[in-house]
Structures are given as structure tokens and as C-alpha cells.
């Protein structure tokens, strides 16, 4: 696993095929909202918040969650099969929620790389109070149990990349970049799961 180090005054290099699937992993207002707004094209960030937004006209409406994760996947598959980079904004946190994910990269023999968020607690609910929509403090917990589990679990899940930003700092140095990766780099890359999983 590549882990930017706090006190480390150098950027954290991300490196990001250019072409693959990419998954944004943290709780509720941790960043990663912002972080993909400036690091990568509006059209390739895919956003469950949006997909709500999209069907009920109202990002915070949890009822449709489920509608709002099938379009998210629908989006994300039919990207991936125009090969265009894809990048999902969602926590992420919970392990069969990023499989599904792998999963389907996987079979359109694409990449994986994850960018996890590991604030502060004091910071996370900080930034939570700002927001315009407001995590339940209940939720915020079992986000960061479960991010807990997920930073554990990422070095063996079968991503080309695993990158860890250690607080605002490292998201603020944080670099990324594109690159190249040869076909044969991709197929080699299987991971842990089948095609058939």
C-alpha cells in the first residue's frame, strides 16, 4: 500500500491509469467531494449524492438510495465500456459495496485504484456542521468504524493502487497523476476475485 506521510512537506503522487475505475473511500464530509471537483473533469465523477439528486431532485433524500446506487452502477458500467476514466464519490467505506465495484471493473478488464480519507474525528464532524447537509452523528461513527475496517482491507483487495490521505494536509499536496498502463499490466492484475464472483 502507498501512505502519504503526514509530516512529510512532499506531495502525495497519485497515480491514476488513465483509463480506470477509481473509487473515492471516507466518511460523510471528509473531502472527497472537493477533492474530486479539483482533481478531476466534472463528466468523470460519479456521485451517488448526484444520482439522488437526479431521481427525487433531492441529493439527502435516503429513501431513494437504492434507485440511486442502481444508476451509479449503470453509469459507472457504461463508462467503463467507453473506456473513459471513471471516479466514484461515495463512502465506500463498507467492504461488499466496493467489491461489487472491483467486480464489474474486473470483468471490462479494467483497473482499480482506491484514494481513502482518514480525517480527524474532531475535523470530520467540524467539516459535518458545515455542510448544508448534515450527517446524523450516529451514521458519522459507523462510517468511521467502518473506514477503520476498509483502510485494513484495501492493501488486499486487489487494486493497482491504494493511496491514504492522512488529514487536510496531505489532501490539500496531494498530486495526480495520469498514466499509461499496458494491456497486458491490466489482465495480469486479477486480484483476489474471480470473473465470475
Known amino acids: 500500500m502507498e501512505k502519504s506521510a503526514t509530516r512529510n512537506p512532499q506531495p502525495a503522487i497519485i497515480k491514476v491509469p488513465a483509463f ?3 473509487l473515492l473511500v471516507g466518511p460523510s464530509g471528509s473531502g472527497k467531494s472537493t477533492f474530486a471537483r479539483r482533481h478531476f473533469r466534472p463528466t468523470e465523477v460519479v456521485s451517488s449524492d448526484h ?3 437526479l431521481i427525487c431532485d433531492d441529493e439527502a433524500d435516503q429513501s431513494v438510495t437504492g434507485d440511486a446506487f442502481a444508476l451509479l452502477h449503470a453509469l459507472v458500467r457504461w463508462r467503463l465500456r467507453w473506456g473513459r476514466l471513471t471516479v466514484v464519490d ?4 463498507q467492504g461488499p459495496a466496493r467489491r461489487s465495484l472491483r467486480v464489474l471493473a474486473r470483468r471490462l478488464g479494467v483497473p482499480a485504484v482506491a484514494i481513502a480519507f482518514n480525517i480527524p474525528v474532531r475535523l470530520a464532524a467540524a467539516w459535518n ?15 468511521r468504524a467502518d473506514l477503520r475496517q476498509a483502510l485494513r482491507a484495501l492493501p488486499r483487495e486487489g487494486y493497482q493502487g491504494v493511496y491514504v490521505l492522512n488529514g ?13 498502463v499496458p494491456a497486458s499490466a491490466v489482465r495480469g492484475n486479477s486480484g483476489p476475485e474471480g470473473l465470475n464472483d
Open 90 to 93: 461515495a463512502t465506500n467505506v
Open 51 to 53: 444520482c439522488r439528486a
Open 20 to 22: 480506470s475505475l477509481v
Open 168 to 180: 487536510p494536509a496531505d489532501i490539500d499536496r496531494a498530486l495526480v497523476t495520469r498514466i499509461v
Open 129 to 143: 456542521r458545515g455542510r448544508p447537509r448534515q450527517v446524523p452523528r450516529a451514521v458519522m461513527a459507523q462510517q
